[in-house]
């Protein structure tokens, strides 16, 4: 698709997102203001988020390493300032490059990436690491996620204790433990699962006064987030459209 096309497009959606986010503001009794917008940029090349910063987004979201290295380098290559927001599944080997590139990970889900993290920025970057928490809202960490231990039965393994991750980042030098992310599970009402999240998010805060942020909701359920406190939504399909099933 030609740039100028692409750029139409994507300012056609970008204004929608923002419209949405807003509305889901005025319901919620909140400041339109007070939701920031991380655009999910994944499968989809560079050239868009240069097109997408052109319009006014700051913050993008990636979730596999290879493809967040390669798409942040040609982006900064194009002399783009964007944050880069590292949203999926982390192995620690994977610790010491994402480091490098991501202002936020919001995925950080046990106490051993939690400390891999630490070890790599102490190495790598020169900046303390912006940190999330990503909770597992059933419990299920199988997806990723910790498991919030005044939330229902303990995680089986300890590693997985949002307690235990939360202070592990907070004794972190080169971590700063901002808040949580969560993904509402599969087959649960997202108003059900995010106001769980939201109960959780303040219990974290009770400990942790400056852990403010909240990211959760994505394309299908952004406006249930907001109703329930997200500070931060990460919007893929309804801004760039449907990514390949295959993939
Ligand atoms: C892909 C992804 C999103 C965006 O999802 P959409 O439904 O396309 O908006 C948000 N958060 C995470 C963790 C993701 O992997």
């Known amino acids: 698709m030609p740039d100028?096309?692409?750029?139409d497009q994507l300012a056609a959606?970008?204004?929608?997102?923002?419209?949405?986010?807003?509305?889901a503001c005025t319901a919620a009794g909140r400041d339109p203001g007070s939701v920031a917008l991380v655009a999910v940029t994944k499968t989809y090349p560079?050239?868009?988020?240069?097109l997408l910063a052109g319009l006014g987004v700051t913050d993008v979201g990636e979730n596999k390493d290879q493809e967040?290295?390669?798409?942040?380098?040609?982006?900064?290559?194009?002399?783009?300032?964007v944050r880069w927001h590292f949203v999926g599944q982390l192995q620690r080997n994977k610790a010491r490059s994402v480091v490098r590139y991501a202002d936020v990970v919001e995925s950080v889900d046990s106490v051993r990436l939690a400390s891999a993290l630490d070890a790599a920025a102490g190495r790598h970057r020169d900046t303390p690491l912006d940190v999330l928490?990503?909770?597992?809202?059933?419990g299920d960490p199988a997806r990723g996620g910790a498991v919030d231990p005044a939330a229902g039965p303990p995680?089986?393994?300890p590693e997985h204790d949002l307690r235990r991750v939360a202070e592990t980042v907070a004794a972190a030098g080169t971590l700063r433990l901002r808040g949580l992310m969560?993904?509402?599970?599969?087959?649960?009402?997202?108003a059900r699962a995010?106001?769980?999240?939201?109960?959780?998010?303040?219990?974290?805060r009770a400990g942790h006064p400056d852990a403010t942020v909240l990211s959760a909701g994505m394309s299908g359920d952004l406006e249930e987030a907001v109703r329930y406190g997200a500070t931060h939504v990460r919007i893929g399909t309804s801004l760039l459209g449907m990514r390949n099933p295959l993939r």
């Open 13 to 23: 959606s970008l204004a929608e997102v923002h419209q949405r986010i807003a509305r």
């Open 155 to 157: 995680p089986s393994d």
């Open 46 to 50: 560079a050239e868009d988020v240069v």
């Open 133 to 138: 928490i990503q909770v597992s809202i059933d």
């Open 4 to 7: 100028q096309a692409r750029r």
């Open 68 to 81: 967040a290295a390669a798409k942040a380098a040609a982006v900064a290559g194009a002399g783009v300032p």
């Open 182 to 190: 969560a993904v509402a599970p599969r087959g649960w009402e997202p």
């Open 194 to 204: 995010f106001e769980a999240l939201a109960a959780t998010a303040a219990r974290l």
